[in-house]
């Protein structure tokens, strides 16, 4: 027995699209009134599809952003979809958190038939994303704190501030005392990423000669490079270079490129910084004479606590490349990595000359 099949539109495959999606959506004409209007946007919003069909756009969904910065306007007009953050006044007077996507509607042929716009309640995710910010907080004061305290308990012990220690006791003590360093650089790692995550720390910028704070970065490592045994050389253009950047959050994302080179750098070898000015932006390399990295790492190195097959025994968890990559991407730049054909590898982050819109 045959089966009997239904004959379906591409019209109404679109209505029943848009009516079974999981987020609002509202269907405007021209004019901004509404076309269509899904059940998810019925919830949301408190109206029924029947009541909101015909009004303007603007008497539904009560977004803040509705008015001269209607992003459903702006798609319409410029023809490019928008995504912000706002909020809405449901018929009951609640107020929502949502994302909210405009875009303008054409059919196959490119005619205009109006926009539409989708949304989604996030009041969850905002929660969420206060809890994380109070984690940070607690972080930072009930348990970083401690730690600082007691660095420094143990460094007036190394100086003999409480009386003379025989050489057992001090041995255990440094020992004691580099592990309680190595923790406090974990915790300013996690709370830095947190931060820088959840943007609670925004980059400052201003006007940097980028080759100074290069120079303040390698300074700052020459200890560390000397006991491998490394040496760490610049190699700069011959013009001073300015860059619009927070000068804080460079000299740490460049400082943990430049340690990481250091820990995997071959005693006897060289770690090189150079900078490249180039028209629209500024390219910063970190070249190194490691053993390279596997191929199958070089997407991943960037990641949250991920570790490549080549780490060996050196220790860490991973946060500091990807608090790099937070720090680039602040500034909307770029951030790479490759293998030198002659070995070693090269990590590398291009920022923009002008100011970064916030």
């Not at 803040?64 to 007009?77: I, K, Q, V």
């Not at 000397?226 to 860059?243: C, G, H, R, S, Y």
């Not at 619009?244 to 460049?254: E, G, M, N, P, S």
């Amino acid at each position: 027995m045959a089966t009997k099949m239904t004959a379906i539109k591409a019209s109404d495959w679109s209505h029943f699209i848009i009516q079974s999606m999981a987020d609002g959506v509202i269907t405007v004409d021209a004019r901004m009134r509404i076309t269509d209007l899904n059940r998810a946007a019925e919830r949301l919003t408190g109206y029924r599809r029947e009541e909101a069909l015909g009004r303007y756009c603007g008497e539904i969904l009560h977004s803040s952003m509705c008015g001269r910065e209607c992003p459903l306007r702006h798609a319409m007009d410029g023809g490019e979809a928008i995504s912000r953050e706002a909020s809405l006044v449901n018929r009951h007077g609640q107020k929502i958190d949502i994302m909210l996507t405009a875009s303008v509607l054409r059919d196959d042929d490119g005619n205009f038939l109006g926009g539409v716009e989708t949304f989604r309640d996030i009041g969850q995710l905002k929660a969420m994303e206060n809890e994380r910010r109070q984690l940070a907080g607690m972080f930072a004061h009930d348990l970083k704190g401690p730690v600082v305290g007691v660095a420094g308990l143990l460094n007036r012990l190394l100086q003999g501030k409480r009386g003379p220690l025989s050489e057992a006791q001090t041995t255990i003590l440094q020992t004691i005392f580099q592990e309680i360093l190595r923790l406090e650089k974990l915790i300013t790692n996690f709370l830095d990423f947190v931060r820088l995550d959840l943007h609670i720390l925004k980059p400052l910028p201003s006007a940097m000669q980028v080759e100074k704070e290069c120079l303040e970065v390698m300074k700052r490592y020459q200890p560390q490079a000397e006991a491998k045994d490394v040496t760490v050389v610049a190699n700069f253009p011959q013009e001073i270079v300015i860059l619009q950047a927070d000068a804080v959050l460079f000299q740490r994302a460049l400082g943990n490129l430049v340690e990481n080179a250091i820990k995997y750098a071959p005693p006897g070898s060289q770690v090189m910084v150079e900078v490249q000015d180039q028209p629209e932006e500024v390219i910063i390399q970190v070249k190194d004479r490691g053993a390279g990295i596997d191929p199958h790492d070089l997407p991943h190195l960037f990641d949250l606590l991920y570790r490549g097959k080549n780490q060996g025994q050196e220790s860490g968890l991973g946060l500091g490349l990807a608090i790099v990559r937070r720090i680039i991407d602040a500034h909307q730049g770029r951030l790479w990595v490759e293998n030198r054909p002659e070995r070693g590898s090269i990590f590398a982050f291009a920022l923009p000359k002008a100011t970064p819109s916030q």
